[in-house]
């Protein structure tokens, strides 16, 4: 599978998460086009603001992980190397 389209199906994951959240509102762009260390990015409101709710967290949770989630969705072969990404993610 070509870069481009597995960062269009992890983008595409954050974004369809953020829709059935009724959280979409907050978006103002979705881009696969890189930039610095990224190789694509939702722009918008923070999911997890300062002053988050609970539940203001938990959507934020399940939007993060949707773009790795997306990835396996689409091409199973990429479980390994998704869940390294969501790891380094998840440590730092």
Same mark, same amino acid.
Do not use: W
């Given at each position: 599978?070509?870069?481009?389209?597995?960062?269009?199906?992890?983008?595409? *994951?954050?974004?369809?998460?953020?829709?059935?959240?009724?959280?979409?509102?907050?978006?103002?762009?979705?881009?696969?086009?890189?930039?610095?260390?990224?190789? *694509?990015?939702?722009?918008?409101?923070?999911?997890? *603001?300062?002053?988050?709710?609970? +539940?203001? $967290?938990?959507? *934020?949770?399940?939007? $993060?992980? #949707?773009?790795?989630? #997306?990835?396996? $969705?689409?091409?199973?072969?990429?479980?390994?190397?998704?869940?390294?990404?969501?790891? #380094?993610?998840? +440590? #730092?």
């Amino acid at each position: 599978m070509k870069t481009r389209e597995i960062v269009a199906h992890h983008e595409a *994951g954050h974004f369809v998460a953020a829709y059935f959240q009724g959280t979409v509102e907050r978006i103002r762009e979705v881009t696969i086009e890189p930039s610095g260390s990224t190789a *694509g990015r939702i722009n918008g409101e923070d999911p997890i *603001g300062e002053d988050a709710a609970y +539940s203001d $967290l938990c959507r *934020g949770i399940i939007e $993060l992980s #949707a773009g790795y989630a #997306a990835e396996i $969705l689409f091409d199973p072969s990429r479980e390994d190397e998704a869940r390294e990404g969501e790891d #380094a993610m998840t +440590s #730092a």
